[in-house]
């Protein structure tokens, strides 16, 4: 892999994911790329819909791994992310093992004696039989290495974030009973944000950061080419040119690439021909979220529908 | 080429990215990976690895065009010559003769760099303004005034001096060629001038906006002119966001200490009160409540101005702010404050009790009898004024008494030490009263004063 030439490399990264129905840019294919050959997370920032969390998938896909997705909430902490132990586990056993104690420190003749005796057990408790592993321990834990996807990290807690951090440098945890825990195969990491807020900088340092944007017009087509075969090439280009007029309008919610997705499959289900005003306006509703956002689009439709033939013609 | 990626990363810093040694490291191993050869793939590495946000990537890949956007040597003039050079012998033999005699047989003893000019190779020119340039340290230019010196200096180091003699030489001997160079020369003077301008633009971005920040910073808010207004604005927004990423921490600090012994046996019911979990006391810190009294009469305004701007911007840190303005009476101005874009705001206040001039007795009657509940023991009082009351009654009586109900009062004053207490000014009186008592001219002080008052709520 190493001896490749890197622009070579970079569209093999392209053409795999694009087997895994994931159409990439060149900048998402570098960023993969790189993140692979010089083992950092790669932070991918964008607006809702872009793809952010397929990329994980495609990647896992790719490579044929498996994937663990961690999504992050408001008051998500190392209980949930990372592991817990058997609380019950451990005193079902204490319980079952209460005889065995008393034998155990029925031959100790002193009060100090005994103490040393349930010393030496005590670890018995503390160790890795006892441990639940979350999706972070997972992750490390997995042999042969995986794609671990954290998700929407701007919704979890800023105190979140910094125990990331070691997970994020070095692949390892610390957990204080047990000692350091290293990954086996460093996993693939991908966080992604939708920038609810900003994030820290000692986390942005630690990884690639890859901003996706909505996607220029051929891209776009080659995306709902990929995932919608059965459109016609004229209803596409048409589609999509209206997609990208209507993105031109102050929305509150702008439609993303999930979104043309969707309306590429509705259409087809109505088996739409072509674009024309009252098929629009039926279907808008697949596009455009808010109320407010469908009365502010609907005058526009037919001028849009009229630039996205015209551009047709020239494109 | 190693070299050159250490100058783009000085020149990033200049465009405003913040790289840091670690990230020069990452950024150079991702530069090892892919290579230099392509282009578009050393970009992508880079704004991956160096941008942390949309906004730096937008300023780093301008950075990236212009810092590998070697300047022309010379526009179109060596693209006429080159072709008389090099086809002239065979296709236009009118002008040719010339320029033949000339460009056959290049005279002995002329110097490198002459010949170089005159052999037209322009890569050859390029890359030795580049080196030459690096030689200068071009790099270190941090003002546009310094763009003289850096020129002398590149032309120096590639030997004008000889070439000046070699010019005085031919125009003695071969005026033609003579002629030929002085053209040459120009056009690279020109290509040389083109290369320190973009310097300055790579490197010195940066530190002149630091100067200018600087000066901004220490400039009286009360004397800035009107073009001014607008980068102050800037400059208190950024302040608001520093002191916003300085005091906006998680307000649960204590997590370890003394337990908490009713919320640990609730806990651990289920285990029969055995504490699995244990659950600590936790000291919770209360945010700022901040009461501003602002006086916005002729002199103190602009000052009031910035002053609210800070502590409005500042939501994430502050809990909950009253503001309040006054010169002969005082009204309520914080819905107008968190309403409207902060021109509009001000200029209604203004219209509203702005321009007269102030009665601080008055005003503070004002606030006693409206607004006097709005303090608690949690609260800080700032009042922002010259205290100068026009020889009116200071009514010192109500701010003892606004004092009492308050956390901290706190007097800031636009004017220097050295007035108070001159002429109608009751800051003396007024003084006893305060926790505090600062000088609050510029935005620096500005700056200070908010952050202790936030600071001593941490």
Same mark, same amino acid.
């Given at each position: 892999?190493?001896?490749?030439?890197?622009?070579?490399?970079?569209?093999?990264?392209?053409?795999?994911?694009?087997?895994?129905?994931?159409?990439?840019?060149?900048?998402?294919?570098?960023?993969?790329? @790189?993140?692979?050959?010089?083992?950092?997370?790669?932070?991918?920032?964008?607006?809702?819909? *872009?793809?952010?969390?397929? @990329?994980?998938?495609?990647?896992?896909?790719?490579?044929?791994?498996?994937?663990?997705?961690?999504?992050?909430?408001?008051?998500?902490?190392?209980?949930? +992310?990372?592991?817990?132990?058997?609380?019950?586990?451990?005193? @079902?056993?204490?319980?079952?093992?209460?005889?065995?104690?008393?034998? *155990?420190?029925?031959?100790?003749?002193?009060?100090?004696?005994?103490?040393?005796?349930?010393?030496?057990?005590?670890?018995?408790?503390?160790?890795?039989?006892?441990?639940?592993?979350?999706?972070?321990?997972?992750?490390?834990?997995?042999?042969?290495?995986?794609?671990? @996807?954290?998700?929407?990290?701007?919704?979890?807690?800023?105190?979140?974030?910094?125990?990331?951090?070691?997970?994020?440098?070095?692949?390892?945890?610390?957990?204080?009973?047990?000692?350091?825990?290293?990954?086996?195969?460093?996993?693939?990491?991908?966080?992604?944000?939708?920038?609810?807020?900003?994030?820290?900088?000692?986390?942005?340092?630690?990884?690639?950061?890859?901003?996706?944007?909505?996607?220029?017009?051929?891209?776009?087509?080659?995306? *709902?080419?990929?995932?919608?075969?059965?459109?016609?090439?004229?209803?596409?280009?048409?589609?999509?040119?209206?997609?990208?007029?209507?993105?031109?309008?102050?929305?509150?919610?702008?439609?993303?690439?999930?979104?043309? &997705?969707?309306?590429?499959?509705? #259409?087809?289900?109505?088996?739409?021909?072509?674009?024309?005003?009252?098929?629009?306006?039926?279907?808008?509703?697949?596009?455009?979220?808010?109320?407010?956002?469908?009365?502010?689009?609907?005058?526009?439709?037919?001028?849009?529908?009229?630039?996205?033939?015209?551009?047709?013609?020239?494109? | 080429?190693?070299?050159?990626?250490?100058?783009?990363?000085?020149?990033?810093?200049?465009?405003?990215?913040?790289?840091?040694?670690?990230?020069?490291?990452?950024?150079?191993?991702?530069?090892?990976?892919?290579?230099?050869?392509?282009?578009? =793939?050393?970009?992508?590495?880079?704004?991956?690895?160096?941008?942390?946000?949309?906004?730096?990537?937008?300023?780093?890949?301008?950075?990236?065009?212009?810092?590998?956007?070697?300047?022309?040597?010379?526009?179109?003039?060596?693209?006429?010559?080159?072709?008389?050079?090099?086809?002239?012998?065979?296709?236009?033999?009118?002008?040719?003769?010339?320029?033949?005699?000339?460009?056959?047989?290049?005279?002995?003893?002329?110097?490198?760099?002459?010949?170089?000019?005159?052999?037209?190779?322009?890569?050859?020119?390029?890359?030795?303004?580049?080196?030459?340039?690096?030689?200068?340290?071009?790099?270190?230019?941090?003002?546009?005034?310094?763009?003289?010196?850096?020129?002398?200096?590149?032309?120096?180091?590639?030997? #004008?001096?000889?070439?000046?003699?070699?010019?005085?030489?031919?125009?003695? !001997?071969?005026?033609?060629?003579?002629?030929?160079?002085? !053209?040459?020369?120009?056009?690279?003077?020109?290509?040389?001038?083109?290369?320190?301008?973009?310097?300055?633009? #790579?490197?010195?971005?940066?530190?002149?906006?630091?100067?200018?920040?600087?000066?901004?910073?220490?400039?009286?808010? +009360?004397? =800035?002119?009107?073009?001014?207004?607008?980068?102050?604005?800037?400059?208190?927004?950024?302040?608001?966001?520093?002191?916003?990423?300085?005091?906006?921490?998680?307000?649960?600090?204590?997590?370890?200490?003394?337990?908490?012994?009713?919320?640990?046996?609730?806990?651990?019911?289920?285990?029969?009160?055995?504490?699995?979990?244990?659950?600590?006391?936790?000291?919770?810190?209360?945010?700022?409540?901040?009461?501003?009294?602002?006086?916005?009469?002729?002199?103190?305004?602009? *000052?009031?101005?910035?002053?609210?701007?800070?502590?409005?911007?500042?939501?994430?840190?502050?809990?909950?702010?009253?503001?309040?303005?006054?010169?002969?009476?005082? &009204?309520?101005?914080?819905?107008?404050?968190?309403?409207?874009?902060?021109?509009?705001?001000?200029?209604?206040?203004?219209?509203?009790?702005?321009?007269?001039?102030?009665?601080?007795?008055?005003?503070?009657?004002?606030?006693?009898?409206?607004?006097?509940?709005?303090?608690?023991?949690?609260? !800080?009082?700032?009042?922002?004024?010259?205290?100068?009351?026009?020889?009116?009654?200071?009514?010192?009586?109500?701010?003892?008494? =606004?004092?009492?109900?308050?956390?901290?009062?706190?007097? #800031?004053?636009?004017?220097?030490?050295?007035?108070?207490?001159?002429?109608?000014?009751?800051?003396?009186?007024?003084?006893?009263?305060?926790?505090?008592?600062?000088?609050?001219?510029?935005?620096?002080?500005?700056?200070?004063?908010?952050?202790?008052?936030?600071?001593?709520?941490?």
């Amino acid at each position: 892999m190493a001896e490749q030439k890197p622009s070579t490399a970079i569209e093999a990264v392209e053409s795999g994911l694009a087997a895994q129905g994931y159409i990439a840019s060149r900048q998402i294919a570098t960023a993969v790329y @790189l993140s692979q050959q010089i083992e950092k997370p790669i932070l991918v920032e964008g607006p809702a819909g *872009v793809g952010k969390t397929e @990329l994980a998938k495609a990647i896992a896909a790719w490579r044929g791994m498996k994937m663990i997705r961690l999504q992050c909430y408001e008051g998500l902490d190392e209980a949930k +992310a990372l592991y817990e132990w058997k609380y019950a586990k451990q005193l @079902l056993y204490t319980q079952i093992l209460k005889d065995k104690l008393g034998e *155990v420190l029925g031959g100790a003749q002193t009060l100090d004696a005994a103490l040393d005796q349930l010393h030496d057990f005590g670890d018995v408790f503390f160790s890795k039989e006892f441990v639940e592993p979350r999706p972070l321990l997972q992750a490390l834990e997995h042999p042969g290495g995986c794609v671990l @996807l954290i998700d929407e990290i701007d919704k979890s807690d800023a105190e979140f974030e910094s125990l990331l951090l070691e997970i994020l440098s070095d692949f390892q945890v610390t957990i204080p009973e047990l000692g350091t825990v290293s990954a086996i195969t460093p996993p693939t990491v991908i966080l992604t944000s939708n920038s609810e807020r900003d994030l820290g900088d000692a986390l942005k340092r630690r990884c690639l950061h890859l901003h996706i944007g909505f996607p220029e017009q051929r891209l776009e087509e080659r995306i *709902v080419e990929s995932r919608v075969p059965n459109i016609s090439q004229t209803l596409r280009r048409q589609m999509v040119g209206f997609i990208h007029e209507i993105r031109s309008l102050d929305l509150k919610k702008l439609p993303s690439v999930s979104e043309t &997705i969707d309306w590429a499959r509705v #259409l087809v289900l109505l088996q739409a021909s072509e674009l024309d005003t009252d098929i629009v306006k039926d279907t808008l509703n697949v596009l455009l979220k808010y109320e407010a956002d469908i009365e502010a689009a609907q005058p526009q439709i037919t001028t849009f529908i009229a630039k996205a033939a015209r551009s047709n013609v020239f494109g | 080429m190693r070299e050159n990626i250490h100058r783009f990363f000085r020149a990033a810093r200049g465009a405003g990215v913040h790289v840091s040694p670690a990230e020069s490291i990452d950024a150079m191993r991702a530069v090892a990976q892919v290579g230099v050869s392509d282009r578009t =793939i050393l970009r992508d590495a880079l704004l991956l690895t160096l941008a942390k946000s949309q906004d730096e990537k937008l300023a780093l890949g301008d950075c990236f065009d212009l810092f590998f956007s070697q300047p022309e040597p010379r526009p179109d003039q060596p693209e006429v010559d080159r072709e008389d050079g090099s086809q002239g012998t065979d296709r236009s033999p009118s002008s040719s003769s010339a320029s033949e005699a000339g460009e056959g047989q290049p005279p002995e003893g002329l110097g490198p760099l002459a010949q170089m000019l005159l052999s037209q190779d322009r890569n050859a020119i390029a890359a030795a303004i580049a080196s030459a340039s690096g030689a200068a340290s071009l790099s270190d230019i941090r003002y546009s005034t310094q763009r003289g010196i850096f020129s002398s200096r590149i032309l120096d180091a590639m030997g #004008l001096q000889r070439l000046r003699d070699d010019l005085d030489e031919l125009t003695a !001997t071969n005026p033609a060629l003579a002629e030929r160079l002085r !053209t040459a020369l120009d056009a690279f003077r020109e290509a040389v001038r083109d290369t320190v301008a973009q310097g300055l633009a #790579l490197y010195a971005r940066e530190e002149a906006e630091n100067l200018r920040n600087e000066i901004l910073r220490n400039a009286p808010l +009360a004397r =800035i002119e009107r073009r001014q207004v607008a980068e102050m604005r800037a400059l208190i927004r950024q302040i608001a966001r520093r002191l916003r990423e300085r005091y906006s921490k998680p307000r649960k600090r204590q997590r370890r200490g003394h337990l908490d012994v009713r919320r640990t046996l609730r806990r651990n019911a289920a285990w029969g009160g055995v504490p699995f979990l244990t659950a600590w006391k936790r000291k919770h810190r209360d945010r700022p409540k901040i009461v501003a009294l602002c006086d916005v009469s002729g002199s103190v305004a602009q *000052v009031s101005d910035f002053f609210l701007l800070l502590i409005h911007s500042l939501h994430e840190v502050v809990d909950d702010v009253s503001s309040f303005a006054f010169s002969s009476h005082l &009204i309520d101005v914080s819905d107008i404050l968190e309403s409207k874009s902060p021109e509009e705001a001000m200029a209604e206040i203004m219209s509203k009790v702005g321009f007269g001039s102030s009665d601080y007795g008055s005003s503070l009657v004002d606030f006693e009898k409206e607004f006097m509940s709005t303090l608690t023991p949690r609260t !800080t009082v700032i009042v922002l004024g010259d205290a100068r009351s026009n020889n009116l009654d200071p009514r010192a009586d109500i701010l003892r008494r =606004i004092s009492e109900r308050s956390k901290r009062l706190v007097w #800031l004053n636009p004017e220097g030490r050295l007035a108070w207490g001159f002429g109608d000014s009751e800051m003396p009186r007024y003084a006893t009263f305060c926790s505090i008592v600062r000088q609050c001219a510029t935005a620096q002080q500005l700056e200070r004063a908010v952050s202790d008052i936030v600071a001593t709520y941490q």
